[in-house]
T-cell receptor
């Protein structure tokens, strides 16, 4: 079975600071990887996804993530955060192919201070 | 509808009571998932349906929990003899069938049903 580990549970940054949130997964085969975001009072929504191809994927609002297969990692980055990025971020993994369950990490709460 | 709809949005019940939570997925989405999210935790997988059948119910915590999707669309999560530990937000998500019949894994979530067991 797959699992996801997120290293930082609570991150506080000032506006314009750079962001990197760590995510590692455990699974013996090929995977699809995701970052979901939950803004205050809103439902979970997809931020970006990796299925195959270029390991550097770009998502909405200037976010990007890099899949490093050798490290089983899929870290989320943004060069300059804004107050509106304050949210909870969840890394998720599912085995490639077929209908499979999606496993989420514990989440990282990001607080951006103006 | 435009998105995944969950009802009720809030449910307060007493310990020992029976509860039903409903999910109406995005039209045409064949996969439907139930997750539970407790405070400070990520979504915890409960069950997912492919069409009418439960393809994986390994996340249901015990036999007090049961879910159905009789016509392959709306799903109901049923909790019998509720306990205080069942208090959480119950999330429903649906997913589109991808290329070559695979599940893209991209989930579309509802707002959730917040269950409080007193």
């Amino acid at each position: 079975a797959q699992s996801v580990s997120q290293h930082n549970h609570h991150v506080i940054l000032s506006e314009a600071a750079s962001l990197e949130l760590g995510c590692n997964y455990s699974y013996g085969g090929t995977v699809n990887l995701f970052w979901y975001v939950q803004y205050p009072g809103q439902h979970l929504q997809l931020l970006l996804k990796y299925f195959s191809g270029d390991p550097l994927v770009k998502g909405i609002k200037g976010f990007e993530a890099e899949f490093i297969k050798s490290k089983f990692s899929f870290n989320l980055r943004k060069p300059s955060v804004q107050w509106s990025d304050t949210a909870e971020y969840f890394c998720a993994v599912t085995p490639s192919g077929g209908y499979q369950k999606v496993t989420f990490g514990i989440g990282t709460k990001l607080q951006v201070i103006p | 509808g435009a998105g995944v709809s969950q009802t009720p949005s809030n449910k307060v019940t007493e310990k020992g009571k029976y509860v039903e939570l409903r999910c109406d997925p995005i039209s045409g989405h064949t996969a439907l998932y139930w997750y539970r999210q407790s405070l400070g935790q990520g979504p915890e997988f409960l069950i997912y349906f492919q069409g009418t059948g439960a393809a994986d119910d390994s996340g249901l915590p015990n036999d007090r929990f049961f879910a159905v999707r009789p016509e392959g669309s709306v799903s109901t999560l049923k909790i019998q003899r509720t306990e205080r530990g069942d208090s959480a937000v119950y999330l429903c998500a649906s997913s589109l069938r991808g290329l070559a019949g695979t599940n893209t894994g991209e989930l579309f979530f509802g707002e959730g049903s917040r269950l409080t067991v007193l």
